[in-house]
């Protein structure tokens, strides 16, 4: 209630300010005018770029992808926020998270792999498209190498053959299944190098130390 009644007195104040300057300001004549008009314009001209360049401000990072190489990404206020959303979204499911051959589920892993793809996949769709500078990729660059590089080739290979295992065999448990070893090897590599694009994320948008937040509880 303080804080609400500081602001009101401290938009009242400006106010009268700007109200009595524009006052004074339609008494001027001759050069005058046109030397005080000026003078609005420039502070005008000098907060907006200021105010620009804080929100457009670029930055330059090296980022190493994983089955391509390191590239440069150029990300501004809006990007970083965009990086740090789907790091969050994939550093908090199965997906980058260790499945031993005798521990959980290989549905369970897909089922996050899935849900991290359509999340993904959303999070651009409502992000603006960034424009970075020749010569360098964006965020998104990153996210739809990871869903086209990683994802989908994963999931289109083992979801049809683990579909059709449980509808073949609803009753048998999932280590009955003959690719069950051969999918958990294919899972583990594609789950660490998922790691690597959520540390990408990180970097894009300035996460310190990411590396102890996405460590597997074994690993603590």
Not at 4 to 28: C, E, S, W, Y
Not at 60 to 65: G, I, P, Q, T, W
Not at 106 to 121: H, I, K, N, P, W
Request: net charge positive.
């Amino acid at each position: 209630m303080r804080r609400l009644v500081v602001r009101l007195l401290a938009a009242a104040i400006v106010g009268a300010l700007v109200g009595l300057a524009t006052f004074q300001l339609t008494k001027v004549e001759g050069r005058w005018l046109f030397v005080v008009t000026g003078m609005v314009a420039g502070v005008a001209a000098v907060i907006a770029i200021q105010l620009y360049n804080k929100a457009a401000r670029l930055t330059e990072v090296k980022v190493k992808v994983p089955q391509v190489s390191e590239l440069t990404f150029v990300v501004n206020n809006e990007s970083r926020h965009v990086a740090w959303k789907l790091f969050v979204e994939t550093i908090t499911r199965v997906s980058t998270q260790p499945l031993d051959e005798d521990e959980g589920l290989v549905r369970e892993a897909m089922t996050s792999l899935y849900g991290l793809f359509s999340t993904t996949r959303d999070t651009l769709k409502a992000s603006r498209p960034s424009s970075p500078v020749p010569g360098s990729q964006s965020v998104e660059h990153l996210a739809i190498t990871m869903l086209n590089r990683e994802l989908r080739p994963f999931l289109s290979k083992w979801h049809p053959r683990l579909r059709e295992f449980e509808q073949g065999a609803p009753e048998s448990p999932e280590s009955a299944w003959e690719g069950n070893m051969e999918c958990r090897t294919d899972l583990r590599q594609v789950q660490a190098r998922i790691r690597e694009y959520a540390l990408g994320y990180a970097k894009l948008a300035g996460v310190r130390e990411p590396e102890e937040m996405i460590k597997a509880p074994s690993e603590g």
